[in-house]
């Protein structure tokens, strides 16, 4: 694979199935002779985090964690204090996804759990391990209406894989094993444990082995042999394939096997946001990203291919558009661990449910080498009519110029956080990723505030990367407080602003679809240069177009946090772009990247 | 068409609420559900009787297999099955009219668990076309009040 194989992610990924092996592992002192081991709840918490090999944590303080927080004091565990607990699920999720972990974050009742809900939502959405504990007011005042109590399991139950609440000190250690199982495995996701504050104090003797109890928690990897090979065989029929690649790849830690697979059969690749990095986007047979934003060859591709191989991937409406004419010639393969995601929203030919990995490898041996000389000739055409391309004769600073300049100046090489808007679909199509865990964008949920505290989670995971959150001034604004973070812990993370003075994606709408009325789309923002420096970080604005370059290295040679403010085009718009209810081939804007050429 | 779905859940705190959660959140109409105790001491079976095209009944069973603490799930469609439901019905009956309702009542297989002055109370078990068309017979007399479950099925042994 192209990707370097002692790449930090990579690395760390290795380290996952370490991880792994140990969750299944039954506890130290379950082998010892029976001598009573009387433990506290809080530190059965803290030793059973240890053994699930939990190194670093987030996690904010309250009154009914404070047992916990103090057996934390003392352990073996970086423990990362944000300044609102959003920010810290998001640096969980963002650990998580940077290095291939189950991310832990903590939070005290009421506030501080409801705090939590749009992080689980955002890992939830995008399938990201992740432990999260909230402390609970003792269990006698429970459904009193207490002082910060809130329902914490019902509220937070539609956002996470699983959760529940431990009201017995003894179901603890078990309860804390299981949540990694099930955060981990199978389509990954969030798990939340709720734990009353008298179970953190109670004692109970842990020399019992505790072990996993989970009667409706199965995981097939395998996949069925009959229909893995009924794929194989209609792949190497097929004369248009195209490989649709989803971020259950990148969870599968299988982006060598992708990788292998479309050489050995010869399959042009196109990923969703999620997915990218997970094939080299610099290989000729890279479709790069396809759907609502995506470039205009894959989604010509899809859209004309007759057989569609989609793996770790959910045919979400921002990929399918309409989704009645969505791949319509095409035999749709469809390889994914969750059975629930298999003909949820278009018709599937041949599901294969299984573990990315252990399929793909399986496929590979299956699969046969065509040229299929036609079909990337076509693709070689659009690739080369309707390249992501932008006005770079304009005066004004364009957004996407900065981002394709981080991208030169990095060599492709930073790991890429987002905003959300127009400044994470540039980031997305003119950073050219090259390895997986990469690229950390907030994908299904699309949560604004994203960026920076995932960018600290991710240069907390992966200290030796760069690590760059390209954001949007609005997103910016919804986490700022981060920045103070970045600041404590001293972590070089850059925040490059493509500030436009808009919360763009929507004035692009407005101007699309209503009028130009830009109702409400337009914020007064603080100067970033100021408030960067007021939190202690580095700041400095760029509005010159001849100056990008000179920031982009300033930025990166920062030792500090460092906000680079960059005044970019107020109204630039995301092109190609596939309004809503219309099919991916018929795409608004190629006039417009065309009369760039 | 109509699914009976059968499910084996972990006697555990909040299993309803993730079940009836997972139906709304994903727009799933619910007929009817009843929960109740196995043979097993840890399982509770839920049967959920739903309305919807293959399609949807096919979401309605991966998104049931998928909640952590749903253990096993069956959808009995197209497969002889028992099924039944249970009434209580308390039907207006003055003096008069009283051997005509128990007539029905015989003819029904129902019980009479309880009498007053005005009033009788019907127990009455069976599938429920059954239930239904009892109800009907019923109306002419009056009825006073109706306590349902909704249908609880076993797969014939065939
Ligand atoms: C938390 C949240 N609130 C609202 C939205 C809806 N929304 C999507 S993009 C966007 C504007 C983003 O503005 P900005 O961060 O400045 O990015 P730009 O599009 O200008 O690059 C909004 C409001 C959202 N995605 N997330
Ligand atoms: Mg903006």
Redesign the pocket.
Known sequence: MSSKPNSPAESAAKKKTKTKAKISAEPKSAKKPQTKQMKTGAQIIVDTLIEQGVDTMFGYLGGVVLPLFDRLYDAPINFIIPRHEQGGCHMADAYARASGKVGVVVATSGPGACNLVTGLATAMMDSIPIVALTGQVRTTLIGNDAFQEADTTGITRPVTKYNCIVKDVKDLARTIREAFHIASTGRPGPVLIDIPVDVQVEKCDTSEPAELALPGYKIKPHGNSRQISQAAAAINKSEKPVLYVGGGVISANASKELTAFAEKSHLPVTMTLLALGCYDQSKPESLDMLGMHGSAYANYAVQQADCLIAIGARFEDRVTGKIKAFAPNAKIIHIDIDPASISKNVHVDIPVVGDAKVILTELTKEVEFRQRKEWFAKIAEWKKKFPFRYDNNSSVIKPQYVVEEICRQTKGKAIIAT?????QMWAAQFYKCSVPRQFISSGGL????FGLPAAIGAQIAMPNATVIDID????FN?TMTELSTAVQYKLPIKVCI?N?G?????RQWQELFYNKRYAMSHIENPEYEKLAKALGAEGFMVDKKADVAAGVKRMLDEKKPCVADFRVEPEENVWPMVPAGKGIHEMDGLDILESMA | MKHIISALVENKPGVLAHVAGMFAARAFNIDSLVVGRTEDINLSRMTIVVIGDDKVVEQVRKQLAKIVPVVKVQDFVGQPVVARDLMLIAISAPAAKRPEIFALIEMFKGKVVDIGVKLVMVEISGPEAKIEAFINVCKPYGIKSVARTGTIAMPRQI
């Open positions: 905003g959300v808007g127009q400044n699309g949560t604004m505030g949007g001034d609005n997103s919804m493509l436009n808009y919360m763009g994606m929507v």
